[in-house]
T-cell receptor, first 117, second 115 residues
């Protein structure tokens, strides 16, 4: 069975601070995909990134960066120089690459980030 | 603009009543999904459909029903058998049938409450 753990329930930072959101996953598959989604107060989920299990290169997109470490089953998300607009709930999710599990996303419980001006 | 439209935004259900949540997409996506989100919880899959006239149960399908008569529409009915329906419901779609190949795109959600 798949499982995604986001141990940080809520985080508060002051604007311009860096913040890292942790994600630890469990799967028996050797091929899988990992995702991060952002849920602003308006409610919709916004897709941020998808990684496959064979690509362990870290990725940077503007102020966002992701650190994928297969050895520790982690896929952490860092926001550099945080802004008030970054305030949201962030979800990490996992999907298998084949079989019935490839049609499902397993979500963590989310981390609520509050950026204080 | 292409996207996913969910309606209504807020919905109230009386005891013993069935209610239907609408989800329409104009992204030409094959696969569609319904999730339930409870406060402080992640999303849990209710039903998904990979293609028209076919759908599969997710992790928490009891008390819910769906149909997929058209590619662009995937309505969710919350039946009276669902004893704890108060939640935020999100509809999603994806281009491919396997989630890993294509990310899911989400609607704005419907918040359902009991009267």
């Amino acid at each position: 069975a798949q499982k995604v753990t986001q141990a940080q329930t809520e985080i508060s930072v002051v604007e311009k601070e860096d913040v890292t959101l942790d994600c630890v996953y469990e799967t028996r598959d050797t091929t899988y995909y990992l995702f991060w989604y952002k849920q602003p107060p308006s409610g919709e989920l916004v897709f941020l990134i998808r990684r496959n299990s064979f690509d362990e290169q870290n990725e940077i997109s503007g102020r966002y960066s992701w650190n994928f470490q297969k050895s520790t089953s982690s896929f952490n998300f860092t926001i550099t120089a945080s802004q008030v607009v970054d305030s949201a709930v962030y979800f990490c999710a996992l999907s298998e690459a084949g079989g019935a599990g490839s049609y499902q996303l397993t979500f963590g419980k989310g981390t609520k980030l509050s950026v204080i001006p | 603009d292409g996207g996913i439209t969910q309606s209504p935004k807020y919905l109230f259900r009386k005891e013993g009543q069935n209610v239907t949540l609408s989800c329409e997409q104009n992204l030409n996506h094959d696969a569609m999904y319904w999730y339930r989100q409870d406060p402080g919880q992640g999303l849990r899959l209710i039903y998904y459909s990979q293609i028209v006239n076919d759908f599969q149960k997710g992790d928490i399908a009891e008390g819910y029903s769906v149909s997929r008569e058209k590619k662009e529409s995937f309505p969710l009915t919350v039946t009276s058998a669902q004893k704890n329906p108060t939640a935020f419901y999100l509809c999603a779609s994806s281009r491919g049938q396997a989630v890993g190949n294509q990310p899911q795109h989400f609607g704005d959600g419907t918040r359902l409450s009991i009267l």
